[in-house]
């Protein structure tokens, strides 16, 4: 089972937007997925559900609850075909304060998730489990960084969103150098790319730095990817094809998708359709 983390230490990048695409793309190539919205905001669950995580639905069922009860099982929800997820709530913002109560030592909390993920792992329920987490470093973050096995760096073709790479990459290296934590880092997703001078300056800084650890698929912006974190994503029409505007906003987050199962020596559809 592939536990997946698309993070970086800035907002408004694009993270939630690839995690949530993704997940719908891989359910669609025939992947059983689990959608862990571990952000406060919630903007993971209104993409995918496009409610709020206020809704009377995720009154007893999310994240928030699966920690204060040690059970993410019982909180799961069904979306469609392949695709579970566990909705956001506010107040994982008291994942510090839940750990006290826990009388969980200092020195392992960032084990947490890890135990919580463990019987998910240990059932081999699904094939993947995406997270989504807030932009900011915490406790919180912290542990789920330790209990994922694999990450994407997810970056703008921007300045300030590229200096902060390394940083995050830093910290991934010592949870695995100091903490024996067992995880690789996947690649470095550059995305939300125009088509200013600057813009591919810094994407051709990226790569040169980081060489193969880069993601030959650049996702660009998209109006129509805006829409779906208010509208929902798109369905397909009865022969299984999206509509031509969906199809074209889509097909860079397709080729990013097949890249990451060739990655990950995976195929390109577990009987889905491709």
């Known amino acids: 089972m592939v536990v997946l983390l698309n993070s970086l230490y800035k907002g408004g990048i694009g993270k939630t937007s690839n995690s949530v695409i993704l997940t719908h793309i891989l359910a669609d190539k025939g992947y059983k997925i689990l959608f862990i919205d571990c952000d406060p905001q919630g903007n993971g669950t209104r993409f995918l559900t496009t409610k709020s995580t206020t809704d009377v639905e ?15 099982k019982d909180n799961i929800l069904k979306l469609k075909e392949n695709i579970d997820y566990v909705p956001g709530n506010e107040n994982i913002n008291l994942f510090e304060r839940m750990m006290d109560r826990k009388k969980i030592p200092s020195d392992k909390r960032y084990l947490y998730f890890n135990m919580l993920l463990q019987p998910l792992s240990q059932e081999e329920m699904y094939d993947f489990i995406i997270l989504d987490v807030s932009p900011t470093k915490s406790l919180l973050n912290s542990s789920i960084m330790a209990g994922v096995t694999h990450h994407i760096v997810t970056s703008q073709s921007e300045v300030f969103s590229v200096e902060m790479i390394q940083s995050y990459l830093n910290d991934i290296k010592e949870f695995r150098a100091i903490q024996q934590i067992p995880s690789e880092v996947l690649g470095i ?6 088509w200013t001078k600057l813009s591919k300056q810094v994407h051709d800084l990226v790569i040169h730095h980081y060489g193969d650890l880069v993601f030959n698929t650049v996702t660009k912006r998209k109006s129509k990817i805006t829409e779906y974190a208010a509208a929902g994503f798109p369905s397909r029409n009865k022969r299984g094809l999206y509509n031509v505007k969906d199809s074209k906003a889509l097909s860079l987050h397709w080729r990013l998708a097949d890249e990451i199962l060739m990655r990950l020596n995976l195929p390109l559809s577990k009987g889905g359709e491709i």
Do not use: P
Request: aromatic residues 10%.
């Open 58 to 72: 995720f009154q007893k069922k999310n994240i928030f609850e699966a920690v204060k009860h040690d059970e993410l």
């Open 189 to 194: 997703s550059l995305g939300m790319r125009d």
